[in-house]
């Protein structure tokens, strides 16, 4: 049975209210009582790479690499998403990360920033 259903059958009274409106607030309530908070997130910073192995997954691909625009907004969200966490950890991840290396010290740099902000 859908929420939207829930007054037309008599199970909920919500007079001249916005029935989505409210099982959106509910949503979000049970939401952020039973979701675990983050602690993890993985940043791909690059999809290039300087050596050629067999196995590689972006083989061939376009090299793209990660702006510091979007790595702020992650570790952003990070944050607000680890709650009262008392650490988080970040993994860099890609092709070959260390070819981003001025981007991986930008977002540690920013992340301690943040963290002793926070």
């Known amino acids: 049975m859908r929420l939207s259903s829930l007054p037309s059958a008599g199970l909920l009274g919500c007079p001249d209210a916005d029935v989505e409106a409210v099982a959106a607030r ?13 602690a993890h997130c993985d940043l791909f910073v690059t999809e290039d790479c300087n050596h050629r192995c067999g196995y590689c997954f ?12 979007v790595a702020r907004d992650a570790v952003d969200w990070l944050i607000r998403a680890s709650g009262r966490m008392a650490w988080v ?7 070959e990360p260390l070819l981003e290396f001025d981007l991986i010290r930008f977002v540690v740099g920013y992340s301690r920033d943040r ?3 926070a």
Do not use: D
Request: proline fraction near 9%; charge should be positive.
């Open 89 to 95: 950890s970040i993994l860099f991840f890609g092709g």
């Open 58 to 69: 972006v083989k061939g691909k376009n090299p793209r690499r990660m702006t510091e625009a």
């Open 26 to 38: 509910v949503a979000g309530k049970v939401a952020a009582r039973y979701s675990p908070p983050l």
């Open 115 to 117: 963290a002793q902000a």
